[in-house]
């Protein structure tokens, strides 16, 4: 039986490249195995946050969950501070698993905190509490975008070298790699991952709740070259491949290169990638508008998917402290 869970963390409004890495294929998944879908909100606070932004941009990661077509009776939806203790003593378990050299050669900790003042400590443990929300829950598959290759990767070698110094406890997941945009590159800087928007202006996002005309503005303002000529070159060509496989993402369509051969100008392109963003944000906006009115709604699967992710984990958390010598 395969158990898939992965997570987003609530930093910033969730982008197009959240949902095409991650989110749009949850919804597919779902179907396919058992799934727990986590808000992590205690990764958010691994940076300088502030409670009530972060509260309300959990509520907002929470309710598109559902408007992307998480279903709750098939999935389990849960923040993951509402089984908080769970994964926090699991994390504890992990730290005392993995080396401090392990975790300081993270490419996230070296880009974002190692050598900065004011550094959380949490920051530099993230990948103790990321291998714990994996392995709490028997996770055989993790679907994740590209950037989280080298987390899941240390989430493996933590289960392994768990089993072979305490005995058989957890499963060693695998990840699942997205076929196509497996890295969305920003539009206006296509050399970077498009990142959460926390700025209201910027042009290189594309957020879940942008509406139709501001996608197809960003699109048309999109970064490319100027040598007119349609074809996949990820180093040479990295803002018009980027469009392509935006386009073949959106469109469900395996080959970049196919989409590619359909095209002799931009323009169209950019117009046809506005259009079939257009066409997956759509039935996700009007659902959002329709859930929000409904918090209460949004609070009460929350708390059922609390519990059922509670008892899902418990058997494994007991499992590691027993094998740990602290059961
Ligand atoms: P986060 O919140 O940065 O991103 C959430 C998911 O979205 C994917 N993603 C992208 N995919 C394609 N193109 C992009 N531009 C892009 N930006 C983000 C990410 O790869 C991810 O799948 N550490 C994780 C959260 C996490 C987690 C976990 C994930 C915590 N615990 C356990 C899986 C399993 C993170 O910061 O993702």
Redesign the pocket.
Same mark, same amino acid.
């Given at each position: 039986m395969r158990t898939i869970?992965?997570?987003? /963390?609530?930093?910033g409004h969730l982008? &197009?490249?959240?949902y &095409?890495? $991650? &989110?749009g294929r949850f919804v597919d998944l779902q179907h396919e195995a058992l799934c727990v879908f986590?808000i992590?909100d205690l990764?958010a606070m691994t940076v300088e946050h502030s409670p009530d932004r972060l509260r309300e941009l959990t509520r907002e990661a929470a309710t598109l969950y559902l408007a992307a077509g998480l279903d709750p009776d098939v999935c389990v939806v849960v923040r993951?501070s509402a089984v908080g203790a769970l994964h926090a003593e699991l994390t504890y378990l992990m730290e005392c698993t993995a080396y401090v050299g392990e975790l300081q050669r993270m490419i996230?900790y070296k880009e974002k905190g190692r050598g900065r003042p004011k550094t959380r400590a949490s920051l530099l443990t993230?990948p103790a &509490?990321?291998a714990a929300?994996?392995l709490l829950y028997g996770?055989t598959h993790?679907? =994740?975008?590209?950037?989280?290759k080298q987390?899941?990767e240390l989430t493996r070698d933590l289960a392994v070298r768990f089993n072979r110094t305490y005995g058989e406890v957890f499963v060693v997941p695998e990840m699942m790699d $997205?076929a196509v945009?497996?890295? =969305?590159?920003d539009l206006q800087e296509p050399t970077k /991952?498009?990142? /959460?928007s926390t700025s209201d202006d910027s042009l290189g996002q594309i957020r879940l709740l942008d509406p139709p005309d501001v996608v197809r503005r960003k699109m048309r303002r999109a970064v490319t070259d100027s040598d007119g000529v349609v074809r996949v070159d990820r180093d040479g060509k990295p803002g018009l491949t980027n469009l392509l496989e935006i386009l073949a993402a959106a469109t469900g369509e395996e080959s970049v290169e196919t989409v590619a051969a359909r095209y002799a100008s931009y323009g169209q392109l950019k117009r046809d990638t506005a259009d079939a963003v257009v066409a997956v944000l759509e039935p996700l906006q009007k659902s959002y508008a329709d859930l929000a009115k409904d918090p209460a709604a949004v609070d009460a699967i929350l708390a059922a998917g609390a519990d059922r992710a509670r008892d899902l984990g418990t058997p494994y958390l007991a499992a590691a402290k027993e094998a740990m010598g602290v059961g």
């Open positions: 869970f992965s997570g987003i /963390k609530p930093t982008t &197009l490249g959240n &095409l890495g $991650a &989110l986590s992590v990764h993951q996230q993230y &509490l990321m929300d994996i996770t993790v679907p =994740v975008g590209d950037d989280q987390h899941v $997205a945009a497996a890295r =969305v590159m /991952k498009m990142m /959460k």
